[in-house]
Nanobody, 121 residues
Framework: QVQLVESGGGPVQAGGSLTLSCAAS????????MAWFRHPPGKERAGVAV???????TLADSVKGRFTLSRDNAKKTANLQMNSLKSEDTAMYYC???????????????WGQGTQVTVSS
C-alpha cells in the first residue's frame, strides 16, 4: 500500500517562506505524478502544483512566481517551496499521488493526512 507523509507546515508571517515535503513509500509505479492540494477554511480543496516523472510540472495561477515544486524520483519525494506567503495561502495542504495525471482534479488514488500552513498578516 502506498503511503504519503507530508511535513513542513506551521505558522509563518506574511511574506515569509515555508517548504512542504511529501515522502511516498510503498510500491510506486515507475511513472507517476505527485500533486499538492490545499483546503482553505470554508472553501473547497484546490490544486496547487502537480509534477510527473516525465518532468511535466503545472502550477496554479494563484501561486505562479511564488511556489516551486521539485521532486526527487529516486527518493520518491515532492517538495513545495512556498515564498512570499499571503494570508490567503492559509490552508491544510495535502499531497496526492497516482500513476495517472489528473491535473487539479481530486481523483488521485493516494492521499496524505495533510499539514497545516497558517499565514499571519
Amino acid at each position: 500500500q502506498v503511503q504519503l507523509v507530508e511535513s513542513g507546515g506551521g505558522p509563518v508571517q506574511a511574506g515569509g517562506s515555508l517548504t512542504l515535503s511529501c515522502a511516498a513509500s510503498g510500491p510506486m509505479h515507475s511513472t507517476y505524478c505527485m500533486a499538492w492540494f490545499r483546503h482553505p477554511p470554508g472553501k473547497e480543496r484546490a490544486g496547487v502544483a502537480v509534477s510527473c516523472t516525465d518532468g511535466t510540472t503545472t502550477l496554479a495561477d494563484s501561486v505562479k512566481g511564488r511556489f516551486t515544486l521539485s521532486r526527487d524520483n529516486a527518493k520518491k519525494t515532492a517538495n513545495l517551496q512556498m515564498n512570499s506567503l499571503k494570508s490567503e495561502d492559509t490552508a491544510m495542504y495535502y499531497c496526492a499521488a497516482d500513476r495517472a495525471w489528473y491535473g487539479f482534479r481530486t481523483q488521485y488514488k493516494y492521499w496524505g493526512q495533510g499539514t497545516q500552513v497558517t499565514v499571519s498578516s
